[in-house]
């Protein structure tokens, strides 16, 4: 697996954020993009991924707690997972930016397609006994493998570029951020990540130059 690059300051103390509108953004959105590299790593190791996950709603608190488990029994295949997390992260975050600017996305179609396949690998339908549902979704060999809580990323980010809310997504507008979004706003002109940090700074910072 190729590397993703390294942050250069950490901060697991930090709380996440889920303002990107989607979970595949919102992982994205772990640590700050700045024009000099990475910095503020909310996800520093495989248990804040878990606990990113648990919180963006995609897996429940007891699978988060048996892959914690399963981690600190199997430490080796945990680094390999949270190293499977950053590539992913790194791959989405030039996908993204490069819808949202127009910019060329390089090989990041191809990376995201590699991944997405794997990931599809594991899809399947699994009967249910609810209502008239015949069938859900679910993944094979979800109980074995550690790298699990990446798929439903993949699929949902699938989702979102097959969307029609694709052409809605965003680069934060603040310098040093480089945080995603889905402008849900009425008017289509959300600027910020949220406004009561970017978006204030960046108004402080401007309001600062006039005087």
């Not at 390294?6 to 992982?27: I, M, T, W």
């Not at 988060?64 to 997390?85: G, S, T």
């Not at 910020?192 to 940090?197: F, G, I, R, S």
């Amino acid at each position: 697996m190729r590397a993703a690059p390294e942050a250069s300051s950490f901060r697991p103390d930090q709380p996440f954020k889920l303002v990107g509108g989607d979970p595949s953004l919102d992982l994205v959105n772990t640590v700050t993009w700045t024009g000099n590299g990475l910095v503020n790593e909310r996800l520093t190791d495989y248990e804040r991924l878990t606990r990113w996950a648990e919180e963006a709603g995609l897996v429940p608190k007891a699978e988060a707690r048996r892959l914690r488990r399963a981690a600190a029994a199997r430490p080796e295949a945990a680094r390999e997972a949270y190293d499977a997390a950053r590539w992913l992260r790194w791959v989405l975050q030039r996908l993204y930016t490069s819808l949202a600017t127009d910019e060329p996305a390089g090989s990041s179609w191809d990376e995201f397609n590699e991944l997405l396949s794997e990931a599809l690998r594991r899809l399947r339908l699994a009967p249910v006994r609810q209502g008239l549902q015949a069938a859900d979704w679910s993944w094979r060999g979800q109980e074995e493998s550690l790298d699990s809580v990446l798929w439903p990323i993949l699929w949902s980010a699938a989702a979102l570029l097959t969307s029609e809310e694709a052409e809605r997504i965003r680069v934060c507008g603040a310098p040093d951020c480089g945080w995603v979004y889905v402008d849900r706003s009425r008017n289509g002109l959300r600027r910020w990540c949220e406004m009561e940090t970017c978006g204030t700074q960046e108004k402080s910072r401007r309001r600062r130059q006039k005087e």
